[in-house]
């Protein structure tokens, strides 16, 4: 082996390991997550009525730790997932899709299997919300939002401004 290329193995493992990119993710199976990333919460999605196909797939959002100990993790992806079995009452996915998490928007949150396309319901619709102290019966601030495409589960990007979700703490529900 040649000098520049011992020292380039060298240094390799000196430096962190760049950051995982969403592409990156797709055909993983999770958990463990790469670079510390970590499940910040997400639904279960099927394309099955049946009880045990329940969570065939499901919508979730990944986060990195903040750089501030004191802060909240960063949302860094929103994934789609293919249940790929169990380790014990974990369930482990593999990754079908990512789509990177809107910079600047931590304080939004996944809404799915309660939002609307043009004020017409689609249960498989995933959008990243904010909830205003002045909003009515549905959220109309997206960040973000897709449709997960069913066996492939895949996101079909939409214009967040034809999305809205259903606020679950307005008072006339």
């Given amino acids: 082996m040649g000098q520049g290329v011992a020292l380039a193995a060298w240094l390799g493992m000196l430096l962190p390991a760049a950051p995982v990119g969403g592409q990156q993710l797709v055909g993983l199976t999770v958990p463990p997550y790469p ?34 100990p004191e802060a909240a993790p960063v949302p860094r992806f929103v994934v789609a997932g293919k249940m790929a079995g169990r380790d014990g009452n974990r369930a482990r996915w593999r990754i079908t899709d990512a789509q990177p998490y809107p910079k600047g928007r931590q304080d939004y949150y996944l809404q799915f299997g309660n939002c609307r396309i043009d004020r017409q319901p689609d249960a498989r619709v995933a959008a990243l919300v904010r909830q205003h102290d002045d909003d009515g019966e549905w ?14 589960g895949r996101f079909t990007p939409l214009d967040a401004g034809s999305v809205d979700c259903i606020n679950t703490a307005y008072e006339g529900l």
């Fill in 139 to 152: 959220l109309r601030d997206v960040a973000w939002a897709g449709r997960i495409e069913l066996p492939a």
């Fill in 35 to 68: 670079d510390a990333l970590e499940d910040m919460g997400g639904s279960c999605v099927s394309d099955s009525n049946a009880y045990e196909h329940v969570c065939d797939y499901s919508v979730s959002v990944l986060a990195a730790p903040s750089t501030d």
